[in-house]
């Protein structure tokens, strides 16, 4: 029975007993009380020790893990961007590239043209070279017979005027005669005057002609120098074009000369050149890329007990030396290595 103002509780009953397991139950809390109220032992407060050691070595493995986590990850992001740059950069340097060359062969196509014309323009210089000399020729041939004639002209002169002074001495037959000669030697030379302001004319008209052909032929010499100009402007911005070009420029069908196809067979040989050690630069750095990504992927999947014990292995230690040298020495030694583990 209790009161209200009563500090203890009081249970009355008929029979009373003891439950066994309510007692050892009671009996093993207070015993367990008492042994944590009992100062630790050397071995608990090692183990003890051990324990917290092992949990901060975890919390720090744990978290140079995940610090070493998010660094790969931030590589991985950075190599992947430059990849990713690398990439774009390729994509616009063939875009470039097919521009150049689309560029290149109009360039040659105009050049194969202009030479070409060149080719002919020479053809009509060389034809108008042909006539000039055959022009030249002729007005030398035609001087010869002027000077010819003149001589004859003269000795004809002479003729008469031996005659006339021979016609006073003579008989009116011989006269008669010498007249009907000197009547055909009039005609003659009438005839031989003509002639020669003929050929004059001639002459002038092949002098006319030789001047108009100069002057034809020194605007066609300007012309294939400006042609020539051309060429090897458009050369160059080939030979420019060519550094950067992916793929060899078919060359032109026509090649003027010996000298200019051997120089376009030295520019193809140098692009192709220059256009392998480029493709085996992007190739190398390609597989570099690719090797650092497969590297940081492997070191994604690796542990850092993983990576330590690479570094035991590479060192020479085992689980066996390790057991050996924890087995022997003192209990001071051991501590020792214990807490360098």
Known sequence: MSGEKSAAFAFYAAKSSVSK?????????????????????????????????????????????????????KERDEIERKFNDYQRQMKEIHDTLLKYQEAAELLARKAHISNEEARLQAEKALAIETQLERCKYEISRNEEEKRLYARQISECEQIISTLVNDSVKSNSAYISCRCGELSLLSSTIEKRRKEAEELKIEVAKWRVAEAAAREKLLSITQLNQSIAVINAATQAQQNLVQTSSPRALSPPPYRPTLRNQELNQTDERAFLIEKQSKQAQLALQLQDLKNVIQSKKIEEKQTFLDKAYEENLAVGDNKYSTIQKASSGTASKRMAMLQDL
Request: hydrophobic share 30%; no cysteine.
């Open 21 to 73: 397991e309510i007692l050892d139950l009671a009996t093993g809390n207070h015993e367990l009380y008492m042994k944590r109220r009992r100062e630790q032992t050397i071995e608990i407060q090692q183990m003890r020790y051990f324990e917290e050691q092992q949990q901060k070595e975890k919390h720090r493995i744990v978290t140079r893990e995940r610090q070493l986590r998010l660094q790969a990850e």
